[in-house]
């Protein structure tokens, strides 16, 4: 976080009536010495580089609700607004069982990489996102269940009854 210090003059905006009163500082602030003329700028930077001026009056982090859809149910979930989407699959992962490597998340009908930011792409509160299955890992675990289950006896019957 950056402090800048800046004259309150430098900011003030010029009266489109154009006056020539010679009182034309409202706020009595007479050649940008009052008490805000020593105001510090605190700046912030944001996750796509960005510098900007920090915003007053957010206590904290915003939090968002995003509806997160699979084939059957949904879930509703709380995630800070600039979450990232693989920390996204970390919160769902322990909602639905499902190991963040397993999970494809789309929004807006695309699939999003875990280090795309919820508020770049456009989430916001109560968005709804679509968890798939990924179906190459699907595949792989159908498979090692057959084999497993294929292994689980050493001794096979030769005559069934």
């Known amino acids: 976080m950056v402090k800048l210090r800046y004259s309150k003059r430098l900011f003030r905006r010029s009266s489109s009536k154009g006056s020539t009163d010679s009182s034309s500082s409202s706020d009595g602030d007479v050649g940008g010495r009052g008490a805000g ?3 510090e700028i605190e700046w912030e930077v944001r996750p ?4 900007v001026q920090k915003r007053d009056g957010r206590g904290g982090v915003e939090v968002i609700a995003v509806r997160v859809a699979t084939g059957f149910s949904w ?3 709380s995630i800070g ?3 990232t989407f693989g920390e996204l699959k970390e919160v769902v992962s322990m909602v639905t069982g499902l ?3 397993e999970q ?3 929004f807006r009908g695309k699939e999003r990489e875990d280090g795309d930011h919820l508020h770049m792409v456009g989430v916001r509160d109560k968005d709804k996102v679509l968890l798939l ?3 190459a890992l699907k595949d792989m675990k159908l498979r090692a269940a ?3 289950r294929a292994v689980q006896s050493p001794y096979q019957n030769f005559i069934q009854v």
């Open 133 to 135: 299955e990924d179906p």
């Open 48 to 51: 796509g580089g960005m510098l």
């Open 37 to 39: 003329a020593g105001a």
């Open 99 to 101: 190991k963040p490597r």
């Open 81 to 83: 607004a600039t979450c």
């Open 146 to 148: 057959l084999v497993a």
């Open 75 to 77: 879930h509703d979930v």
């Open 104 to 106: 494809r998340l789309l």
